[in-house]
């Protein structure tokens, strides 16, 4: 998973992550290093801190693009 490289790209640092989601900081480690899978409502919410998507951070696509929110969806969705 990429949360270090997320972080980076957000220009978060570790504690600015930990405060805005409140887990501790050597909880954090253990995800950013991969020692341990975070809950899924944790990567949920630091997505939604970075405004990456959920597929960058799984490693799924490799272009770190932003979340789109409702407003952009309902446009994209009437414009095809």
Do not use: Q, W
């Not at 998507?53 to 446009?75: A, C, Q, R, S, W």
Request: proline content about 4%; overall charge positive; hydrophobic content about 35%.
């Amino acid at each position: 998973m990429r949360f270090y490289s997320c972080r980076m790209i957000a220009g978060l640092s570790k504690i600015d992550v930990c405060k805005n989601l409140d887990v501790s900081i050597c909880h954090y480690n253990k995800i950013e290093s991969n020692s341990i899978e975070p809950e899924l409502d944790f990567i949920k919410r630091f997505s939604i801190l970075t405004g990456i998507t959920v597929n960058y951070i799984l490693g799924i696509i490799d272009e770190p693009l932003p979340i789109m929110g409702g407003k952009d969806l309902k446009k994209r969705k009437h414009s095809s």
